[in-house]
């Protein structure tokens, strides 16, 4: 049980160019779900916070235009990052909350985005 | 907010020995401490949480302890084996309850 997936697992894109990622979650309702950025060999850093039904609550420094969230279901969450830049290359994980839980959270196998 | 240190960066063990990976956090509210084993390209599996209500807990051969007044808590792996050789995240919950902060991470090598 608990079981998260994203799509794509990886995707290469040309700079300017816009891209989604879905994160879902398979057999459980997850109310929150949540987007990292994972850098080569460093920790997970949290970028936002998704709330089924409601605007996402991004962390400081996360430019939330740049970064756009859609969680429009108990079981999917997008993350779009628009005008996709070479700095913004970098493994994207997004995890769910099981709803009704304060605190468990279950991690998709991430997403790991290339621009050119 | 909420921060997390975690100690060693990396650790080398020969099989068989005992790990250790230690991580301190700031703020006294946070009440649940996950931890997180990661292989390379893949997703972070929780292998094992505690909360603040306990002081130790133990699943086979892995065990975290916690110290709330000294706000540190540990991760125990004995009898290490080459398949626990993984990037390892401490967390916690922090004042809010609803997110997590993690850890820098500590590469465990188990030498065969």
């Known amino acids: 049980g608990a079981v998260v997936s994203q799509h794509p697992s990886w995707v290469i894109c040309k700079s300017g160019t816009s891209v989604k990622i879905e994160c879902r979650s398979l057999?459980?309702?997850?109310?929150?779900m949540f987007w990292y950025r994972q850098f080569p060999k460093q920790s997970l850093m949290l970028m936002a916070t998704s709330n089924e039904g409601s605007k996402a609550t991004y962390e400081q420094g996360v430019e939330k235009d740049k970064f756009l969230i859609n969680h429009a279901s108990l079981t999917l969450s997008t993350l779009t990052v628009t005008s996709a830049h070479p700095e913004d290359s970098s493994f994207y994980i997004c995890?769910?909350?099981?709803?009704?839980?304060?605190?468990?959270?279950?991690f998709g196998p991430g997403t790991r985005l290339t621009v050119l | 907010g909420e921060n997390v240190e975690q100690h060693p960066s990396t650790l080398s063990v020969q099989e068989g020995d005992s790990a250790v990976i230690k991580c301190t956090y700031s703020?006294?509210?946070?009440?649940?401490f996950p931890w997180y084993k990661q292989e390379l390209g893949k997703r972070p599996q929780l292998i094992i949480d505690i909360r603040s209500n306990v002081g130790e807990k133990k699943d086979q051969r892995i065990a975290v302890t916690l110290n709330k007044t000294a706000k540190h808590f540990s991760l125990h792996i004995t009898e290490t084996q080459p398949e626990d050789s993984a990037v390892y995240f401490c967390?916690?919950?922090?004042?809010?309850?609803?997110?997590?902060?993690f850890g820098g991470g500590t590469r465990v090598l188990v030498k065969p």
């Open positions: 703020d006294s509210a946070s009440n649940y």
């Open positions: 995890s769910a909350r099981l709803a009704g839980s304060t605190d468990t959270q279950y």
């Open positions: 057999d459980f309702q997850a109310t929150t």
């Open positions: 967390a916690a919950n922090g004042a809010a309850g609803n997110k997590l902060t």
